[in-house]
């Protein structure tokens, strides 16, 4: 179960900086007619309903961006690497190496987290999705460390732009290599779909249909970074 919070993490954390209407963004529904509902935030073109994301590495903040910009921009050193082309790579690990006591000693407050590699901060940070929206946890590096030896693929974690997402709420121990961005989905669903102390049926609904989603993209490979995927 996953608790409430009040956006404090374990006693030092801090909120993503992903604003409000960010996250709405990546939840609302798709129009399904013909005229696009958004433009690329770089050069203004009309954009597909399914398109490109690009992010801006020092604060964060995903940008719906046009296939021409994001190769343009997210080319490495393009725009003075200001920002990263998010990819489009899923991955489930079904036999990820990670026990009940190691989940325990990474001491995330909540049944849900997703790390990533930042190199802003040189390190890697967690941020676990609740009510309040995206909380840093702090994480105990040497945790991570003896988590990533005994999965090797985490060191192909794309840094800034791709995530170990990690879903343990109720029965489930399922852990994905996603882009960035459906961590900021995840986020968006939960913050504006809570209702109470509990959450409410909508958004525990929500949260299996995402990972439901999350499943049907990804695709199987074995925990061995030299392992290709399932065949």
């Not at 690329?40 to 604060?59: D, G, K």
């Not at 309040?132 to 999965?151: C, F, K, M, R, Y």
Request: negative net charge; glycine residues 8%.
């Amino acid at each position: 179960m996953m608790s409430g919070t009040n956006g404090q993490g374990n006693g030092s954390a801090a909120r993503d900086g992903a604003p409000l209407q960010a996250l709405r963004r990546f939840t609302r529904e798709r129009p399904t007619g013909s005229a696009p509902l958004e433009h690329c935030e770089m050069c203004s073109e009309p954009l597909a309903p399914i398109h490109r994301h690009l992010l801006e590495i020092a604060n964060r903040r995903v940008l719906c961006t046009c296939e021409a910009c994001t190769l343009l921009f997210g080319y490495p050193g393009a725009g003075g690497g200001k920002y990263r082309a998010i990819p489009r790579r899923y991955l489930v690990l079904p036999d990820f190496q990670m026990t009940d006591e190691q989940w325990d000693e990474l001491r995330i407050p909540v049944n849900m987290v997703y790390i990533f590699r930042s190199t802003v901060a040189e390190r890697a940070i967690a941020f676990y999705p609740s009510p309040a929206g995206a909380t840093e946890s702090l994480l105990d590096l040497q945790s991570w460390e003896v988590l990533v030896h005994n999965n090797p693929i985490l060191n192909d974690l794309e840094a800034d732009v791709e995530a170990l997402l990690i879903n343990r709420v109720g029965e489930a121990r399922e852990h994905y290599v996603v882009p960035i961005d459906a961590c900021y989905q995840l986020v968006g669903l939960i913050r504006l779909s809570w209702k109470g102390l509990s959450g409410g049926e909508e958004v525990w609904k929500a949260i299996k249909e995402f990972f439901a989603d999350i499943r049907a993209k990804s695709q199987p490979v074995r925990g061995d970074a030299d392992a290709g995927p399932e065949l």
